[in-house]
């Protein structure tokens, strides 16, 4: 099942990635990655003098038989990142050859390795409207371990594209449903009715680190075609009648060279990583990108 994600050789090359894909926040939970707090690991820290109600188990008995004094060990904390992605399954992702989910559940799944196999936490969320107006559902449980990538992948894999989404409205979902800040994910192509910006602010002012990768088609990056068309909205099935010609092609890259800059400025000034990728590039200079810290 993963195989048809990533295939071995860029499974090697991610695992010599692995520790990349940092945050600087932390979920609370005991992991890998070594916190600036103190608490209960195997790193030591520093030492104090012995006070009642220390654990006896981490009284330091060697500088006790040098300098007859009892002092107690104290630990750096470690605890997980959580990483969380939210991946857009509307009808738009459907488009393209190969489609954008297709790429999109390619990213996921290389971001989820990284994660998992550097000792991190994994959940994904589908972005899809569904009939009761749930803008966001889980495909799964939290999962972490190498062992997890699987059921990971097979979650991915079950995606399909479909129906509406709004954005802004899945952001806030999982703001309202999460009680730790970590590493939010979220993969789409942004073609959507209401701008997200305001929401993904919210999550950062909420502590979460954000990275947001937008997928096009190379079609929709520079259309090349002219005359009359009758166009079928992919979300709501809606048909417009349209006459594209040189002004027309111009005002439309007018408008998604906006959303390009809406996205790189927010993500510049709060510290967020936004990469931008056709379907037709290859998903290994988007992780490289996003590690890099890209904000294009």
């Not at 942004?190 to 997200?196: G, H, Q």
Request: aromatic share 6%; hydrophobic share 45%.
């Amino acid at each position: 099942m993963t195989a048809s994600l990533l295939d071995p050789a860029f499974l090697r090359r991610l695992e010599a990635l692995r520790r990349s894909l940092v945050s600087s926040v932390r979920s609370g939970g005991a992991g890998e990655r070594a916190a600036r707090r103190r608490g209960a690991s195997a790193e030591f820290l520093d030492h104090r003098r012995y006070e009642p109600g220390d654990d006896p188990r981490h009284i330091h008995w060697a500088a006790f038989a040098r300098t007859r004094e009892t002092v107690t060990k104290l630990y750096r904390a470690e605890e997980d990142t959580v990483l969380r992605l939210v991946l857009d399954a509307s009808a738009s992702l459907g488009f393209g050859d190969p489609p954008k989910l297709a790429v999109a559940r390619r990213l996921a799944a290389a971001l989820a390795y990284l994660s998992l196999a550097g000792g991190g936490r994994t959940e994904l969320r589908i972005a899809r409207s569904t009939s009761d107006g749930v803008p966001l559902v889980r495909a799964g449980p939290v999962r972490r371990g190498r062992a997890a990538f699987a059921p990971v992948c097979r979650e991915l894999e079950r995606v399909e594209a479909s129906g509406g989404t709004d954005l802004a409205a899945a952001v806030q979902t999982l703001l309202a449903q999460t009680t730790h800040p970590g590493l939010l994910c979220l993969i789409s192509d942004f073609l959507d009715d209401n701008p997200v910006t305001p929401a993904v602010g919210r999550a950062r002012a909420a502590g979460h680190d954000v990275i947001l990768i937008q997928v096009l088609d190379s079609a929709e990056l520079d259309p090349d075609f002219e005359g009359d068309f009758s166009l079928e909205d992919a979300e709501t099935s809606e048909t417009l009648d349209v006459s594209l010609d040189a002004t027309a092609l111009e005002a439309y890259r007018a408008r998604l060279h906006a959303l390009f800059a809406e996205l790189g400025t927010w993500a510049r000034k709060n510290g967020a990583v936004y990469v931008r990728l056709s379907t037709a590039d290859d998903p290994w200079g988007a992780i490289r990108r996003i590690l890099g810290r890209a904000t294009e």
